[in-house]
Each structure stands twice: as structure tokens, then as C-alpha cells.
């Protein structure tokens, strides 16, 4: 059992672009799990980018687990200073069972060393793959991963950043994160990336402090994202 100061205020961590800090009112919250959902392209692996970048630029450490292919020479681009690089770990996955043994491992880094991030992008992608239609088991796949993640964002107290995929629902005829519900029930802050021409629309779903519904638009660029 822990006691709990009221008044000790957590604090956030910045992705150091001010329209997306004003609009999380100051970053992502530590302790528990941020989706960030959307078509492809909308930006969903820039924005964990940036906050990747923004935690090596405080000289803290970041666990990183791609299941998209990530670009390392986009991420020079958005954190050209390789000197910082030391302090992230990257783990590619390929499987639904590589992805399960990254975050086992990010675990087992945590009890070694102090992390102030995990992100894993996406959640979703594999078990889209190799799970198909079987809806028992993708649930029993989501319930095991989002359970770890949970623990660790709770045990470490830090934030845990995951992006999603889209899916037509043909009911509502409109794009909902893919999990649906089972999902969207784990988290306690949940954005919508949208892909307007050129720019970025990125909204609140659900949070628990801010009012759904806000949203801001960024501009993709060389360096990262940019506000209008």
C-alpha cells in the first residue's frame, strides 16, 4: 500500500512544441497510458518523435518499441545531436511475440535504470496481421500487453505513449481506433490525429482533466512538427 500526497502535483513531460503542450495543458501525464490514434500519415510516429527528442534533450532516457519500421534518418532529423542517442533504446519488432518479449525486456531495464518514457508505436499493428478475425484472441492479446504497460507506467511513474491504427466502422460510417472499446477503456487520455491537406489536426477524445473536444494543428517539417 502507498499513501498518497494530495497536493504533490505530477509533473508532466513537454514535447517542447508549445501548441501541443497548451494543449495537453503541459505534456503527457506520468503514471499512466496516452493513446494517440490515426489514419496513416496524420503524424502519429512524429509526435512520439518529438517526445522521444524531448526527454534525450533533459539528459533522461527513453525506451522506444517500433512495430512501423522506424526511419532512423528521420529521427536524425528531428534529433540530430547523436551524442544523445546513448540514452534511448530502440527495439524493432516483428512479431506480436517480439512485441511482447520489448516491453518484458523494457521492464527489466526500468529495475536497472531510471527511464522517463516508453513509447511503443503502434499497439495494434501485428495484431491486425496475424490475428485476423479471431476476436478472443486479439482481446486476450490486447489485455496481456496493455496489462504490462499499465504496471510499469504505475510501478515507474512514468508516461507510457502508444499510437493506433484506424478502421472504418461501417455502423457509425466513420474511422474509430482499432481495439474499440477494450481499448479505449484502458486509457485515461486519448488524441485523434487527422490529416487536413498540409497540416495536422490533433484532438482530445478523453482525458480526465482537460475538456473533450479541444484541438490544435501543427505543420510537418524537416526538423519535426511546427505550430501555425
Keep these: 500500500m502507498e499513501k498518497?500526497?494530495?497536493e504533490d502535483i505530477p509533473e508532466k513531460l513537454p514535447s517542447n512544441v508549445k501548441c501541443i503542450d497548451e494543449l495537453m495543458n503541459g505534456g503527457l501525464e506520468p503514471g499512466i497510458i496516452t493513446e494517440?490514434?490515426?489514419?496513416?500519415?496524420?503524424?502519429?510516429?512524429?509526435?512520439?518523435?518529438?517526445?522521444?527528442?524531448?526527454?534525450?534533450?533533459?539528459?533522461k532516457r527513453v525506451i522506444y518499441i517500433d512495430t512501423e519500421g522506424f526511419s532512423t534518418e528521420r529521427f536524425s532529423q528531428?534529433?540530430?545531436?547523436?551524442?544523445?542517442?546513448?540514452?534511448m533504446v530502440l527495439f524493432r519488432?516483428?512479431?506480436?511475440?517480439?512485441q511482447d518479449?520489448?516491453?518484458?525486456?523494457?521492464?527489466?531495464?526500468?529495475?536497472?535504470?531510471n527511464y522517463s518514457l516508453l513509447i511503443l508505436d503502434s499497439l495494434t499493428s501485428f495484431f491486425r496481421i496475424e490475428k485476423g478475425n479471431d476476436i478472443s484472441s486479439r482481446m486476450s492479446g490486447f489485455e496481456k500487453e496493455l496489462g504490462m504497460l499499465n504496471n510499469i507506467a504505475v510501478r515507474y511513474n512514468i508516461p507510457v505513449l502508444l499510437t493506433n491504427q484506424i478502421y472504418e466502422d461501417i455502423d457509425k460510417k466513420?474511422?474509430?481506433?482499432?481495439?474499440?472499446?477494450?481499448?479505449?477503456?484502458?486509457?485515461?487520455?486519448?488524441y485523434k490525429?487527422?490529416?487536413?491537406?498540409?497540416?495536422?489536426?490533433?484532438?482530445?477524445?478523453?482525458?480526465?482533466?482537460?475538456?473533450?473536444?479541444l484541438y490544435t494543428t501543427f505543420i510537418i517539417n524537416d526538423s519535426g512538427i511546427s505550430c501555425e
Excluded: W
Design 174 to 190: 466513420s474511422l474509430e481506433p482499432f481495439g474499440g472499446f477494450f481499448i479505449d477503456h484502458s486509457m485515461k487520455a486519448i
Design 36 to 59: 494517440i490514434y490515426g489514419q496513416g500519415g496524420s503524424g502519429k510516429t512524429n509526435i512520439s518523435m518529438i517526445f522521444a527528442r524531448s526527454v534525450l534533450l533533459s539528459g
Design 193 to 213: 490525429l487527422e490529416k487536413i491537406n498540409n497540416k495536422r489536426r490533433i484532438e482530445i477524445v478523453k482525458h480526465r482533466s482537460i475538456k473533450e473536444g
Design 78 to 87: 528531428v534529433c540530430p545531436d547523436k551524442s544523445l542517442y546513448k540514452n
Design 4 to 6: 498518497i500526497n494530495l
Design 101 to 113: 518479449l520489448a516491453i518484458i525486456r523494457s521492464e527489466k531495464l526500468m529495475k536497472e535504470k
Design 93 to 98: 519488432a516483428s512479431s506480436i511475440d517480439d
